[in-house]
T-cell receptor, first 115, second 111 residues
């Protein structure tokens, strides 16, 4: 049971390049999320997927696209990377229990530097 | 989802209890209080959550005031490994799936 996995761990891009960050979970969770964390800041939600086949914008969606490929996988794409997108990206997953608890489980993060 | 206010930093001596406060004065009746922590630059880790009653698990205790406008996370015997950023979040079960993390409290446990 690996939990939430992310690839790659590190990436350096030049301005204008594109890339896709991959995320997978093996906990059979319905919901998945992408966050970014800038130095000294809290996490900000980029996009989320409440269930397979649905995606919605979070707080900071500009410059990103997402795909919920299936229940396990949720990818984040940067079409034309900008230095402002230098950050640590975290993927998370969760399910809502009948008791109202929704605990998010996070991956280890992808550290992205855009030059 | 309600906003939370936490002190930016706190120190605690190793072996002593660490009490981390959180203000959530605009919390709604169906919103839960969640606590997460983030060690170094790892992904945040769930600690505990509660609605009205005080809660305890193997990691911590959560004390919620009667009016639910504030709460305190208690680490009963802090260790150096508890040095982390602690986030207090309030969220309704049927909310818009958005966790608002804020900037949290940076707890430093001192030897």
């Amino acid at each position: 049971n690996a939990g939430v996995t992310q690839t790659p761990k590190f990436q350096v891009l030049k301005t204008g390049q594109s890339m896709t960050l991959q995320c997978a979970q093996d906990m059979n969770h319905n919901s998945m999320y992408w966050y970014r964390q800038d130095p000294g800041m809290g996490l900000r939600l980029i996009y989320y997927s409440a269930s397979e086949g649905t995606t919605d914008k979070g707080e900071v969606p500009n410059g990103y696209n997402v795909s919920r490929l299936n229940k396990r996988e949720f990818s984040l794409r940067l079409e034309s990377a900008a230095p402002s997108q230098t950050s640590v990206y975290f993927c998370a997953s969760s399910s809502l229990t009948t008791g109202g608890r929704e605990t998010q489980y996070f991956g280890p993060g992808t550290r992205l530097l855009v030059l | 989802d309600a906003k939370t206010t936490q002190p930016p930093s706190m120190d605690c001596a190793e072996g002593r209890a660490a009490n981390l406060p959180c203000n959530h004065s605009t919390i709604s009746g169906n919103e839960y209080v969640y606590w997460y922590r983030q060690i170094h630059s790892q992904g945040p880790q769930y600690i505990i959550h509660g609605l009205k009653n005080n809660e305890t698990n193997e990691m911590a205790s959560l004390i919620i005031t009667e009016d639910r406008k504030s709460s305190t996370l208690i680490l009963p015997h802090a260790t150096l490994r508890d040095t982390a950023v602690y986030y207090c979040i309030v969220r309704a079960p049927s909310g818009t799936y958005k966790y608002i993390f804020g900037t949290g409290t940076r707890l430093k446990v001192l030897a």
